[in-house]
């Protein structure tokens, strides 16, 4: 039986991509921006947390990944003091664990939170704060680690990767690059890659959304990726025939020999133009494939959606049942930057057993 959205809002969910600066609550915008004087872009009317949200939505649904991050100005913008950022992260984890998500890893880049003054430091601090504040608020209900981005199209990833290094065991659990990826091959940072991997240190790199194959080429086999952030390109190296049968390339078939997770986010791809609806999102083929697919919203604020809304979706659009969700949610959890006994406990002791039980009242 289909579940409802209830249903799926209450399921477990694991979360791996989700970017601290594209999940703000408009209403918090405008408080942080008056604050601080933060010039907020013309809503063509009167400025309410409805109209925002919407200008963000409306402004992020471009077609191009280029637009698209335009609109982290207005967010990266207000999140400039310590406790703007605090409130921010406090407030993503409160909205996380309303959504029904138990285990979240949340990426922003530390470099964009300094334009006032703030260390680089101070910026990871401010974060761990307000994850703190929210995961204890929540009677422990989520685990939440951070992961810290850099930027690919400057050149601070070394930086980067040694304070991730140096926050490993105060709630940083990976590293990451993003930004336009057009121009801007992960092997620009291969020596942030090199130090990571001689520190043993987790990472993933976002490939294959916005660029195609060799982008994702690179990040697996020069740069060591563990996960392939989006990954959706993967689709070029696989040929369906019209006899259904499927042949995969080298390089597909080796995402999925070393079930290399791939962190798929199938509303923002349709808002970049990496996909054209939910039914025709490459996850169906890859799912089917039983490529390592995981299931995450990247940017809640301006895909104006939810791990529920993902979900819903899905299982509107491929009449996936609690089996198929549970399937993406072990399979992220399994994927997780967190040593191998918690990523263990969480399937056993919170996915399975609520899965189980929500089984039981579908059937
Ligand atoms: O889907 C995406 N692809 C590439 N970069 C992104 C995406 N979403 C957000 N960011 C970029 O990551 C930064 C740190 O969180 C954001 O400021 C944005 O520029
Ligand atoms: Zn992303």
């Known amino acids: 039986m289909t579940p409802t959205r209830e ?5 477990p969910k694991v979360l791996l991509h989700d970017h601290l600066d594209g ?3 408009p209403q918090t915008i405008i408080d942080l921006a008056a604050d601080n004087g933060h010039q907020l872009p013309d809503v063509g009317g009167e400025l309410t947390a409805e109209s925002l949200g919407r200008w963000f939505a409306e402004a992020a649904d471009s077609g191009s990944l280029e ?5 982290f100005d207005h967010t990266v913008g207000v999140m400039q003091t310590g406790p703007a950022i605090t409130r921010v992260a406090r407030e993503c984890v409160e909205d996380l664990a309303a959504d029904g998500v138990v285990y979240a890893e949340i990426r922003y880049a530390p470099e ?7 260390t680089l430091d101070e910026v990871v601090a401010a974060v761990q704060e307000g994850f703190d504040q929210a995961v204890v608020a929540s009677g422990n209900r989520i685990v939440v680690r951070q992961l810290l981005t850099a930027m690919r ?4 990833s070394m930086e980067i990767a040694e304070l991730a290094v140096a926050w490993r065991d105060r709630g940083v659990a990976g590293f ?7 121009g801007y091959p992960p092997t620009r940072h291969l020596d942030a890659f ?4 001689r520190e043993n240190f987790h990472f993933t790199i976002h490939a294959g959304e916005a660029f195609g194959l060799p982008s994702i080429w690179q990040a697996i086999q020069w740069c060591g990726a563990d996960r392939l952030g989006h990954g959706v390109r993967i689709i070029d190296d696989i040929t369906v025939h019209d006899d259904g049968s499927v042949e995969l390339g080298l390089l597909a078939a080796y995402v999925r020999d070393k079930r290399i997770p791939l962190e798929m986010c199938p509303w923002s791809n349709i808002q970049t133009g ?12 890859l799912k089917r494939l039983r490529f390592r697919v995981t299931v995450n919203t990247d940017n809640r604020l301006m895909s104006q959606t939810s791990m529920t809304h993902e979900m819903t979706s899905l299982v509107e659009a491929f009449g996936y049942g609690l089996s198929d969700l549970e399937w993406f949610t072990i399979n992220a959890m399994k994927s997780a930057f967190l040593p191998f006994d918690e990523r263990f406990a969480l399937i056993s002791d919170v996915i399975k057993p609520a899965y189980a039980a929500l089984r039981g009242e579908v059937a």
Not at 7 to 11: G, I, S, Y
Not at 67 to 71: F, I, K, P, S
Not at 176 to 182: F, P
């Open 274 to 285: 990496a996909a054209a609806s939910i039914a025709e999102h490459p996850i169906g083929l």
């Open 7 to 11: 249903q799926v809002r209450r399921a």
């Open 23 to 25: 999940g703000l609550r």
């Open 67 to 71: 637009r698209y991050l335009e609109t």
């Open 176 to 182: 990451d690059i993003a930004g336009a990826e057009a």
């Open 153 to 156: 199209h400057q050149a601070r």
């Open 194 to 197: 090199e130090y990571l991997q």
């Open 112 to 118: 964009q939170h300094v334009e006032t003054g703030l």
